[in-house]
């Protein structure tokens, strides 16, 4: 509990309204602009099928962070969580850096649909090239100390949700004067079943819903958070997945599956196959805007992690150092950046937002198992608790996910897993060794 001998160390000024906000955008986010073509691949015009199921996956394993937050309002997230549960360092270890993982390897993602069909627009370049470049201004804009208020988040969620209102009405407009076919909305991919079309999209789908994991890392801010945490996660949960429902049947009832597939701005070849006087301009701004921010956001919390990480002697310790003026951690920046353009240069959108999928259900499923393990410790303040199957049912589902993810996807998370293993090993055994070694080699260097 909160006492006078032990007060939040932050100010508590986030009230329910704002962090449903906060949530809504973190989850709207930019996967949706991008993702409808890919999505199509696998449920062809069934869209709105995988993500209602992923929808449903999202909100288990939400039961479990709605508890573990509320039990912990001071924790930061799922490698805290596995800390606390395992007393496992190179456990813990493995979570955060999954987490940051995914946030590399989602810029990357995000890079290639800003420059794809939606920039082109406005003008026409490479997409490989322009992705680079895009990262590259990210990361200028990263290393002069991004401070993302909630009234600038209110402003970007009203964006992001404009856009999707935008696709929803023009093509309520087109079908209802005689356009377009809902009936696309029931047709699969040749030779695929409904459960393998339905449960493929969910791999992809899901990657839409995962941004509610970021929400734990402002919990300390907000005002009673045991009650109103579990209201705004959920409710932004169901809120997003009702938008991306309307938006995926719009999508089939606009355009055949195989057209949006041709589309790295899908959502703009819908609104083109309207008719409606919508200008291209103004909805491929708003799609780009989407997508920055969310790349931006990401870039911003896969620095800090590797920022933070460094300090807790986690990862090499050049990654925490800081610009003198900005103080933001700059070789965390570069590094980071560095990755995510050699990451672009994969070129796959679906095989980036998978891998992006596969390293958080692995977060995922540390999260449900820490809810369990963690029964048996007890807190003094009152906590949303979730039903023990809830957790169970989470792990499964991930676990089901993970079945199908293809091997290219668990060679580029393995590789990427790998790479932070030999880092941590590398970190401790320079920590582990004499100081006497180490001011040789600096008198050596002399």
């Known amino acids: 509990m909160e006492t006078a001998e032990n007060p939040?160390?932050?100010?508590?000024?986030?009230?329910?309204?704002?962090?449903?906000?906060?949530?809504?955008?973190?989850?709207?986010?930019?996967?949706?602009?991008?993702?409808?073509?890919?999505?199509?691949?696998?449920?062809?015009?069934?869209?709105?099928?995988p993500l209602i199921v992923a929808l449903l996956l999202a909100l288990l394993t939400a039961g479990s962070y709605a508890e573990l937050v509320t039990k912990y309002p001071r924790a930061g997230g799922a490698a805290v969580f596995a800390e606390r549960a395992f007393r496992s360092p190179l456990l813990s270890f493995l979570v955060g850096f999954s987490m940051l993982a995914a946030g590399v390897v989602s810029a990357a993602g995000l890079a290639i649909a800003f420059s794809g069909d939606y920039l082109a627009t406005f003008i026409d370049v490479p997409v490989i090239p322009a992705a680079m470049v895009f990262l590259v201004l990210v990361g200028l804009l990263n290393a002069r100390g991004i401070r993302e208020s909630m009234g600038t988040n209110l402003v970007m969620t009203a964006v992001e949700l404009s856009g999707l209102v935008i696709v929803i009405v023009v093509v309520a407009m087109y079908v209802g004067?005689?356009?377009?076919?809902?009936?696309?909305?029931?047709?699969?991919?040749?030779?695929?079943?409904?459960?393998?079309?339905?449960?493929?999209?969910?791999?992809?789908?899901?990657?839409?819903?995962?941004?509610?994991e970021t929400s734990a890392n402002v919990i300390e801010e907000v005002k009673q958070p045991s009650r109103v945490y579990p209201r705004a996660l959920f409710g932004a949960l169901v809120t997003a997945g009702i938008v991306y429902v309307l938006v995926g049947v719009a999508s089939a009832a606009a355009l055949p599956a195989d057209e949006l597939q041709e589309s790295s701005g899908p959502l703009l070849a819908v609104v083109e196959a309207t008719g409606v006087s919508v200008p291209s301009w103004l909805f491929?701004?708003?799609?780009?805007?989407?997508?920055?921010?969310?790349?931006?956001?990401?870039?911003?919390?896969?620095?800090?992690?590797?920022?933070?990480?460094?300090?807790?002697?986690?990862?090499p310790s050049p990654l925490g150092r800081v610009l003198p003026r900005r103080r933001t951690p700059w070789v965390a920046i570069v590094s980071t950046t560095g990755v995510a353009?050699?990451?672009?240069?994969?070129?796959?959108?679906?095989?980036?937002?998978?891998?992006?999928?596969?390293?958080?259900?692995?977060?995922f499923i540390s999260a449900n198992v820490s809810v369990l393990v963690l029964r048996r410790d007890r807190v003094q303040h009152e906590h949303f608790r979730v039903w023990t199957f809830v957790p169970v049912l989470g792990v499964i589902s991930c676990l089901v996910l993970l079945s199908q993810q293809r091997p290219i996807v668990w060679l580029f998370a393995g590789i990427l897993l790998a790479v932070g293993v030999i880092l941590w090993l590398s970190t401790r055994r320079f920590a582990a060794r004499p100081l006497d070694d180490r001011a040789g080699e600096v008198s050596d260097e002399r």
């Open 341 to 363: 353009m050699l990451l672009t240069l994969v070129g796959d959108l679906g095989t980036l937002a998978e891998t992006v999928v596969l390293l958080l259900l692995l977060v």
């Open 284 to 315: 491929s701004l708003i799609a780009l805007i989407a997508v920055a921010n969310g790349a931006l956001l990401t870039m911003i919390m896969a620095s800090r992690l590797a920022f933070g990480m460094a300090e807790q002697g986690l990862l």
């Open 8 to 49: 939040p160390r932050l100010r508590r000024a986030i009230s329910g309204p704002m962090l449903f906000a906060f949530i809504l955008g973190d989850v709207l986010g930019a996967g949706i602009y991008a993702l409808m073509g890919v999505l199509s691949e696998s449920a062809g015009g069934m869209l709105w099928a």
């Open 177 to 212: 004067g005689g356009g377009g076919d809902l009936g696309r909305a029931t047709e699969l991919p040749d030779g695929v079943g409904v459960a393998g079309a339905v449960l493929g999209g969910a791999i992809v789908a899901y990657y839409s819903f995962v941004g509610f």
